[in-house]
């Protein structure tokens, strides 16, 4: 069995700065691609960031660019996701979720939640004024 458990959520000032992780269990992904996605109370579920299985492809929502930063973790199946100058428009639940046997990646992939086979549960992103 597979879970995808997000933590590093809380509440923060805005300006502030989070650090999620992404921690796979139950398998080992060998080719895995892992997307970070988010909801605010009454909003749709939007993409925000994605990397590949070499960590070598990033992707990013135009809103987060240059604020947020994903990563592998170097020997672990652990993805991050630096949040840096967070305002309350990053207020959010924040879900990781992941892309098993990856054949080939796009941004235009990424993007799509039907793209992905796993998700986590999410982690409470709150920041204030």
């Known amino acids: 069995q597979v879970h995808l458990v997000e933590s590093g959520g809380g509440l923060v000032q805005a300006g502030d700065s989070l650090k999620l992780s992404c921690a796979p269990s139950?398998?080992?992904?060998?080719?895995?691609?892992v997307g970070w996605f988010r909801q605010a109370p009454g909003k749709e579920r939007e993409f925000v960031a994605a990397?590949?299985?070499?960590?070598?492809?990033?992707y990013y929502e135009d809103s987060v660019k240059g604020r947020f930063t994903i990563s592998r973790e170097n020997g672990k199946s652990t993805v991050n996701l630096q949040m840096n100058g967070l305002n309350p428009d990053d207020t959010a639940v924040y879900y990781c979720?992941?892309?098993?046997?990856?054949?080939?990646?796009?941004?235009?992939?990424?993007?799509?939640?039907?793209?992905?086979?796993?998700w986590g549960q999410g982690t409470q992103v709150t920041v204030s004024s």
């Open positions: 979720a992941a892309k098993q046997d990856m054949i080939v990646i796009a941004e235009a992939l990424v993007m799509r939640e039907s793209w992905y086979d796993y």
């Open positions: 139950g398998i080992s992904f060998s080719r895995s691609a």
């Open positions: 990397i590949d299985w070499t960590g070598g492809l990033t």
